[in-house]
């Protein structure tokens, strides 16, 4: 029982470093830019878009598709980018554990 005790203890002190690493997550943020930085999309670490910056010269009205286009691509990668960072700050949690689609 005393070695189940100290597993318990052990599973909450993981769960309050868990909660803490999910909390810095929001505060963190990632930037990726599409177009040869003609677009850049800001991102935070709980998939909130923060910011998107459109440069003029990419603005022109009988091309909405390529700005689309653009815009999709630097979102895209702003949101892989959360994930690497999620991967990083969480999977220490859960190295070893075998729990796939955890975080």
Known sequence: MKNMGNMMKQMQKMQ????????E?????????????MVKVVASG??????VT???DVVDPDDVDMLQDLILAAT??????VD????????????????????
């Open 46 to 51: 709980d998939k909130r878009i923060l910011d």
């Open 76 to 81: 895209n990668e702003a949101l892989k980018k």
């Open 25 to 37: 997550l929001k505060e963190k943020t990632v930037e990726a830019t599409a177009g040869g930085g």
């Open 16 to 23: 309050k470093q868990m909660a803490k690493a999910q909390e």
């Open 84 to 103: 690497e960072l999620v991967e990083q700050d969480m999977g220490k949690f859960t190295k070893g554990m075998n729990i796939p689609g955890m975080f």
């Open 54 to 56: 459109i440069s003029e």
